[in-house]
């Protein structure tokens, strides 16, 4: 039975997220929906990382199998084909080995979180980045960040409903990058809990505006507390970049 891997773009918005729910359209519905309606058969499709309500992705990951084997392209124009007008996009399919998961397979996954820091209302950039007015100092959200790189637990950061089996997890890279307005934090680790980099960035951004010091930051890891860190970054600024394997 043939495998196929398939890297996929998407904009969350108006979607409950990547995983197949009750109460709205996710990403992986549409998906299946459109391999239905080309290859005639029902399927469940594996995806690296379960993205939340309004977040995107520039480079998801999943893997599914077929009874039937189609040519990498075809596959790709197809489901392309019967996911119009959704804003989800194959960009491109892959045959791998049976032993290959989307999921299980990966080593690594890496997100951006775009901020917009600037006084004035968002135009373009409305829903595809958060809109912070007061001034960030990227300098001290840098030196804070610098403090959440490797391994630790942590909790703090953790979503009440995260499904992970322990909160420990390596954070290889927590890069903080101004260009102009726009403020990027580039994030990578083996796999994160849920809400992690949302909870981490929120986190920052108060040491960016001066309302924490950055041994705040510090404090609210070693407390190993949800409620001791700042706010969840809201969703529409992260983007699934990359899944390594």
Known sequence: MPRYKITIEYDGTGLV????QENGPSVQQHIEEAIFAFAGEEVRIQGAGRTDAGVHALAQVASFDLVKEFEARTVTNAINYHLSPERISILET???SEEFNARFSATGRSYIYRIINRPSRLA??????WHVKR???????QEAANLLIGKHDFSSFRAAACQAKSPVKTLSKLDVVRDGDMIEFYVSAPSFLHNQVRAMVGTLSLAGTGQWMVSDVEAALNAK???KAGPNAPPYGLYLSQVTY
Do not use: N, P, S
């Open 17 to 20: 997220g990547w995983q197949r």
């Open 94 to 96: 892959e045959m791998v």
């Open 124 to 129: 373009l950039d409305a829903g595809y980045a």
């Open 135 to 141: 001034e960030l100092d990227e300098g001290k959200m």
């Open 225 to 227: 507390d949800r409620q």
